[in-house]
């Protein structure tokens, strides 16, 4: 009864009516909706964040290090461009079930938006966020602690830089005799020479950072939703600035990222008459249809699939006598296209 009436609320908020398949008569009924398929278009784009090095006037001359940046630069990057399907509630597919004595089909589960998601039974489908692997800014390590008492009393920034750049020659004499086997002290396994190379390695690139900087890479992730009702062709859905990053479609500081979907299947597209439908008693669920997808950013395609539509297909009817009381049916839909995902009886 709870389900009931929350599912009601929703519809009389939404202003929806419901369709031709039931008619809303005396008597308790659960009000449910068949989904319309969106689509998600999740923008990776990395914002980069130079810090010049306190030495960089000087890498030329001592590191021999050409095009070292000086002045401080934010700039954006398109790291990935990923497209994947949601649910939301179809305003055209709004039904009632009316519940009867001789029926079982009265335990409906609804997603929050009341969407049905199985009957008589629970189903295990959670529409979870991707779980992207995003960068984010690294320690740096603090080079004072790696330079010598000669460098930190140096006169000027000048004769300071100087003498790092001897501090990072001697690393690197001191790694190529260890590897090549001729340093005075030599590391007793492979594991202590791994640990010594690691070291090494991380006060070198400490110091080298004093004249070349550094770049901090912090990912972020734009969605945009889309919902396609026939063949769409060349849709700005967002837009990308390298200065100021991922922009809304109509932003015209940035290029835009165009998204194209056509009608990939055999099913029929599903044709509005005005005319009622038959009615018939038992549960309404949708047959998808399947639909091209194609994301393109500066005249390159970044992401291109096939994925299921509800409103590329059509809807059928799980007959009534499927819910009497001599067989208990359990049946799960895809919140996402309405399908039936799985029937069980017993």
Not at 98 to 122: F, H, M, P, R, Y
Not at 164 to 177: F, G, Q
Not at 221 to 227: D, G, L, M
């Amino acid at each position: 009864m709870k389900k009931a009436i929350v599912a009601l609320a929703l519809l009389a908020s939404a202003g929806i009516h419901a369709q031709d398949y039931y008619t809303p008569g005396e008597g308790e009924g659960i009000v449910y909706f068949l989904p319309k398929t969106q689509i998600a278009v999740d923008i990776i784009a990395t914002r980069v964040d130079f810090k010049p090095g306190e030495f960089g006037l000087y890498a030329n001359r001592y590191l021999r290090l050409n095009n070292v940046r000086t002045q401080p630069e934010t700039h954006w990057e398109i790291k990935d461009i990923k497209v994947r399907t949601v649910g939301v509630p179809d305003s055209t597919k709004a039904y009632i079930m009316k519940l009867k004595d001789k029926s079982l089909a009265s335990n409906i589960e609804l997603t929050g938006q009341g969407i049905v998601k199985a009957i008589n039974t629970v189903s295990d489908y959670e529409e979870e966020l991707p779980a992207y692997v995003l960068e984010k800014p690294e320690k740096h390590e603090n080079a004072r602690k790696y330079m010598t008492e000669d460098i930190l009393i140096a006169g000027s920034t000048a004769k300071m830089a100087e003498l790092t750049a001897h501090e990072i020659y001697n690393i690197r004499d001191s790694k190529n005799l260890i590897l090549r086997g001729q340093a005075e002290t030599m590391p007793k396994d492979g594991a202590s020479l791994k640990l010594i190379i690691s070291q090494l390695d991380k006060q070198e690139r400490a110091l080298a950072e004093c004249f070349t900087g550094v770049s901090d890479r912090t990912d972020k992730v734009f969605t945009f939703f889309v919902t396609p009702e026939a063949n769409l062709s060349g849709k700005v859905i967002a837009r990308f600035s390298d200065r100021l990053g991922v922009l809304s479609a109509d932003n015209l500081a940035g290029e835009p990222v165009y998204i194209s979907v056509s009608n990939s299947s055999s099913l029929p597209l599903p044709v509005e008459d005005g005319k009622k439908k038959k009615k018939s008693d038992g549960v309404i669920y949708n047959i998808p249809g399947k639909g091209q997808v194609d994301v393109s950013f500066r005249g390159k395609t970044k992401w291109k699939g096939e994925l299921q539509f509800a409103q590329f297909g059509y809807t059928e009817v799980l007959v009534d006598g499927l819910f009497d009381k001599k067989v208990n049916t359990r049946v799960v839909f895809n919140p996402t296209t309405g399908c039936v995902v799985k029937i069980d009886k017993d």
